[in-house]
């Protein structure tokens, strides 16, 4: 498994310019943009053992992560 973190950037490398538009224009894409960093950063702490966690919480912090990266995808599909 890889412990590489999962940036906005790097997941849509295509829409860079688009997310840091829609971070600064978009109070909605902002929020929905800081709880998916948020969010990733908590997964890669528990997956380097920076802050371990169980593997029900870690599953539960993945389904989040995909919800709102299937959120924001919607946004910059438009």
């Known amino acids: 498994m890889s412990h590489t973190a999962h940036e906005l950037a790097d997941e849509f490398p295509e ?3 688009k997310i840091s538009q829609l971070k600064q224009s978009d109070a909605h894409f902002a929020k929905l ?3 998916y960093h948020e969010v990733n950063r908590a997964i890669h702490r528990a997956e380097t053992d920076v802050e371990p ?3 029900l919480h870690m599953q539960d912090m ?3 992560r995909m919800s709102l990266k ?3 995808w919607s946004m910059l599909a438009v």
């Open 15 to 17: 829409h860079a310019e």
């Open 33 to 35: 943009s800081d709880a």
């Open 53 to 55: 966690t169980d593997d």
């Open 62 to 64: 993945r389904k989040e």
């Open 70 to 72: 299937d959120q924001i």
